[in-house]
């Protein structure tokens, strides 16, 4: 088992949602899609919890930023039941098959303007 927490600010991400850039390398289309769904201040604090639950699943796989996975490789993902998923894919899904990480769940907390997201990863 592989474990990864994250501790983020609201408002921390404020110079960079802003960039199309950021946008683009942090987060997959559907995450913004969401997140263009919502009033602004919902929106700041969506992605926020997305930017952390992406940073704890790097530390499940063994990674930082820059370090050979693109964040918008790990989609967090809404399922049917409401909780929070992962989706894989390009290096992240590489990472996680390197470290034996055969399946990853997620949780995010708010509280506030602080987030929290831990991730655990089974492996083989």
Do not use: C, N
Request: hydrophobic share 45%; net charge positive.
């Amino acid at each position: 088992m592989r474990i990864g927490v994250d501790l983020a600010r609201v408002g921390e991400l404020d110079g960079l949602l802003p960039r199309p850039w950021f946008r683009r390398y942090f987060f997959t289309a559907d995450e913004l899609r969401q997140a263009g769904d919502l009033a602004a201040p919902r929106a700041a604090e969506f992605l926020t919890g997305r930017f952390a639950a992406k940073e704890a699943v790097l530390k499940v796989l063994g990674r930082g930023l820059f370090e050979g996975v693109s964040p918008r490789d790990i989609e967090v993902v809404r399922q049917d039941s409401g909780e929070p998923g992962v989706r894989l894919s390009g290096g992240a899904r590489d990472a996680a098959e390197r470290v034996g990480v055969t399946s990853l769940t997620v949780s995010i907390a708010h509280k506030g303007a602080d987030v929290v997201a831990v991730a655990i990863g089974a492996a083989r």
